[in-house]
């Protein structure tokens, strides 16, 4: 069956980096569109950023040029780098697969999901 599993996320001050990976099995990695969503406490889930089969990125508004999102098909392996975090940034991460490419952002329809990461940003 399919699988999404989150790591990488911790306890960083204001400005830090952290590296979130997402490990896929049990589907055609390759030619399925992943993405990286969040949800703070008390807020409502939003997009991070989302890549197709084909490598093409889509960033929400407020996080390109800190957050970079990739992927390696050879390892069935999601990663979203993370830098220069800020407070607001605290919130659980989670990891997602589809294979229609074009819901991108929105998380909705998203078939797989991993268990999430908690990401902690500090002053």
């Known amino acids: 069956q399919v699988q999404l599993v989150e790591s990488g996320g911790g306890s960083v001050r204001v400005g830090g980096s952290l590296r979130l990976s997402c490990a896929a099995s049990?589907?055609?990695?390759?030619?399925?569109?992943m993405a990286w969503f969040r949800q703070a406490p008390g807020k409502e889930r939003e997009g991070v950023a989302h890549i197709d089969s084909d490598g093409i990125i889509t960033y929400a508004d407020g996080v390109n040029s800190r957050f970079t999102i990739s992927r390696d098909n050879a390892k069935n392996t999601l990663y979203l780098q993370m830098n220069s975090l800020k407070p607001e940034a605290m919130a659980m991460y989670y990891c997602a697969a589809d294979n229609r490419w074009w819901l991108k952002l929105n998380s909705g329809p998203y078939n797989y999901w991993g268990q999430g990461t908690t990401v902690t940003v500090s002053s």
């Open positions: 049990g589907y055609t990695y390759s030619s399925y569109s």
